[in-house]
Antibody, heavy 129, light 107 residues
Framework: EVQLLESGGGLVQPGGSLRLSCAASGFTFSSYAMRWVRQAPGKGLEWVSA????????YYADSVKGRFTISRDNSKNTLYLQMNSLRAEDTAVYYCAKAIGRITIFGVVIMEGYGMDVWGQGTTVTVSS | DIQMTQSPSTLSASVGDRVTITCRASQSISSWLAWYQQKPGKAPKLLIYKASSLESGVPSRFSGSGSGTEFTLTISSLQPDDFATYYCQQYSSYPETFGQGTKVEIK
């Protein structure tokens, strides 16, 4: 069974740091791009970050660029989100999600990852003094 | 960044109704669009990808259409399990972006 399990959430003071983890199982982890998506209390979904299957390419929302770092350890089937300089507005449930696949044309990758077909249960981050 | 705008924000409907949700992109995204369903306290669930491709296991009453800047999600006959919030998401370019959501409520 394909599964994602997040951990590492908790209460942290403004300006503090936290590292989220997402343990993957049931699929060839290194073959898929991964994403982090968050949802503030009572709000909609916000895309946070993405990483290619190899880990060579990373992307961020403007709201977290320079503060958050996405990474992965394919030997451990684990995705990470290092969050620094946390703000009250980073308070949210954080989900990791697996991309559906990649799109290639004549062997050239034109889209490293698209859509999100498997989601974790989420981990809650609260930034408050 | 590409802005995604959904309408309506809230929709009241009855079981058996045909329901349509619209999603507009601020610039062309070809067919690089997905739809998700989310119930309270749960993770989102993929319904549709590439604008019109039905995810495996999703009931056929769900369908998606559109390309370029205008897209629709249609539920042909609303079922009790379909009362939820629906989000569109573009993955044409980074940063990927979601619509603000459409809550489907019981009339």
């Amino acid at each position: 069974e394909v599964q994602l399990l997040e951990s590492g959430g908790g209460l942290v003071q403004p300006g503090g740091s936290l590292r989220l983890s997402c343990a993957a199982s049931g699929f060839t982890f290194s073959s898929y791009a991964m994403r982090w998506v968050r949802q503030a209390p009572g709000k909609g979904l916000e895309w946070v970050s993405a990483i290619s299957g190899s880990g060579d390419s990373t992307y961020y929302a403007d709201s977290v660029k320079g503060r958050f770092t996405i990474s992965r350890d394919n030997s451990k089937n684990t995705l990470y989100l290092q969050m620094n300089s946390l703000r009250a507005e980073d308070t949210a449930v954080y989900y990791c999600a697996k991309a559906i696949g990649r799109i290639t044309i004549f062997g050239v990758v034109i889209m490293e990852g698209y859509g999100m077909d498997v989601w974790g249960q989420g981990t809650t981050v609260t930034v408050s003094s | 960044d590409i802005q995604m705008t959904q309408s309506p924000s809230t929709l009241s409907a009855s079981v058996g109704d045909r329901v349509t949700i619209t999603c507009r992109a601020s610039q062309s995204i070809s067919s690089w669009l997905a739809w998700y369903q989310q119930k309270p306290g749960k993770a989102p669930k993929l319904l549709i990808y590439k604008a019109s491709s039905l995810e495996s296991g999703v009931p056929s009453r769900f369908s998606g259409s559109g390309s370029g800047t205008e897209f629709t999600l249609t539920i042909s006959s609303l079922q009790p399990d379909d009362f939820a919030t629906y989000y569109c998401q573009q993955y044409s370019s980074y940063p990927e972006t979601f619509g603000q959501g459409t809550k489907v409520e019981i009339k």
